[in-house]
């Protein structure tokens, strides 16, 4: 029988804890938001991870890292769906990484993956015993689940301080008049997310235009912030409720705003964007008992008045009509709700990826496209006006006239469904329309 449970009522570290130090064998997968990390264990270590989470994919996280530009990755995929073959090795073909630079990336990407777990509170997990192939691991690692501790445990501590600042996905920084430190200057990724404190992104726009995890982006922020080189402008509606990890986009305009006087004095140098440190607090040795179901461990709800929302099951039902009269969009969107409160349910997981299925296909076939150039119908000091959602501000920033759909998507770190929903929208609202593109 599988292992299944939420990371509420049984957290990361007691699961990861239970798994090695039983010398378990099989697979963990970890489902939030429609995204999912799958990290197979052999004799109590691991040896595989991978990933759905966009911009934990392997050229999301090349970008973040400042190993390739979004045109490079923009290339490869296209090389990539040509003639096949793994991305990593396309990169390598056209001379965009070393051999070395990929290992080295690809060894980085699979422990940033199992790290992130540690900035999740809310997540549905199951493992499945039972051995796996080594043909099937395409790169394996061998990593201990004791140094996993060690490193997720200080990554907690330091999410939990960072949060008490970075608490709204709306806050908007600006660069204070405290020259940077030249490691900066230096180092892509610093740079990289520096250059965009210009005093109108919100932190959320700012994590999707990085393509980079909120922990690394907001670890770097709340440093800057401590030492004065940068401080918080004002806290703005972020558009529809969202995490900071799902509503992380970018501002059409870049033209930097003014810099204000900055605070005195410096509590702490200025580290660049790294791995997380290898010291940390003990775990906690509360986990779970080899062969218990995490499910036993969740104390009955309290008792309370009938809750007057709609029930999974008439969602579902709702949502099945809309899928077979075509209205796919409609169905997301009732099912996306529901979701939030039973993301584990087969049924419902079934339904929402044959409505997206759907809902992109009959996208790409009548209304959007993949080859179509999307084009501004308004100049972006007009559109700075309207409410404009993170994701619609990103996706404006990268609309030149010269990207086609499939590009944008390619570079966007969202979900394939969620780039397609938002070109929708904007184009529903007069912000786009799309055009053949120019002939070569």
């Not at 938001?33 to 052999?42: C, D, E, G, L, M």
């Not at 970008?63 to 040509?82: F, N, P, W």
């Not at 990593?143 to 501590?157: K, N, P, T």
């Not at 607090?281 to 009955?300: W, Y």
């Amino acid at each position: 029988m599988p292992l299944v449970g939420t990371l509420s009522t049984m957290p990361v570290a007691d699961l990861l804890q239970w798994l090695g130090s039983s010398g378990s064998t099989g697979t963990l997968t970890v489902e939030r938001n429609k995204a999912s990390k799958r990290i197979v264990f052999r004799d109590g270590h691991v040896i595989a991870c991978s990933t759905t989470e966009p911009s934990e994919l392997l050229g999301h996280f090349l970008v973040s890292r400042g190993k390739i530009s979004e045109d490079t990755l923009r290339a490869a995929l296209a090389r990539q769906e040509q003639s096949g073959g793994h991305l990593g090795g396309i990169l390598v073909e056209i001379g965009a990484l070393s051999g070395a630079d990929l290992t080295a990336s690809l060894a980085a990407k699979a422990e940033e993956t199992i790290f992130s777990l540690f900035d999740i509170e809310e997540a549905v997990f199951r493992f499945e015993n039972g051995d796996i192939s080594r043909e099937s691991v395409s790169f394996p690692v061998n990593l201990r689940v004791e140094d996993i501790l060690l490193r997720g445990m200080q990554r907690i501590d330091e999410m939990r301080e960072i949060r008490t600042v970075f608490n709204d996905p709306g806050i908007v920084l600006r660069r204070s008049q405290a020259p940077p430190p030249d490691e900066i200057q230096r180092n892509r990724v610093a740079r990289r997310i520096y250059d965009l404190l210009n005093g109108e992104r919100t932190v959320a726009e700012i994590l999707l235009h990085a393509h980079a995890s909120e922990y690394l982006v907001t670890k770097f922020l709340h440093q800057l912030l401590r030492n004065g080189m940068i401080e918080i402008k004002e806290a703005t509606e972020p558009g529809p409720p969202a995490s900071p990890r799902e509503s992380s986009a970018a501002a059409a305009v870049d033209a930097p705003a003014s810099m204000p006087a900055g605070r005195a004095g410096r509590s702490a140098p200025v580290t660049a964007p790294s791995a997380a440190p290898v010291t940390a607090s003990a775990p906690r040795r509360d986990a779970l008992r080899p062969g218990a179901h995490a499910s036993s461990a969740i104390a009955d709800p309290p008792a309370g008045p009938p809750d007057p929302r709609p029930s999974l099951q008439e969602d579902l039902e709702v949502a099945g009509s809309l899928v077979k009269r075509g209205e796919f969009d409609a169905a997301i969107e009732i099912l996306n709700g529901t979701y939030k409160t039973h993301p584990g349910d087969e049924a419902l997981g079934r339904l929402l990826a044959e409505a997206e299925a759907c809902f992109l296909e009959k996208a790409y076939r009548h209304f959007l496209p993949a080859a179509k150039v999307p084009i501004l119908l308004r100049p972006p000091e007009d559109l700075a006006l309207e409410q404009i959602s993170p994701e619609e501000y990103f996706l404006l920033s990268r609309i030149d006239g010269t990207w086609d759909v499939k590009s944008i998507i390619q570079v966007s770190p969202m979900r394939e469904v969620d780039v397609v929903r938002t070109l929708k929208r904007m184009r529903e609202k007069g912000f786009i329309e799309l055009r053949d593109p120019a002939p070569e």
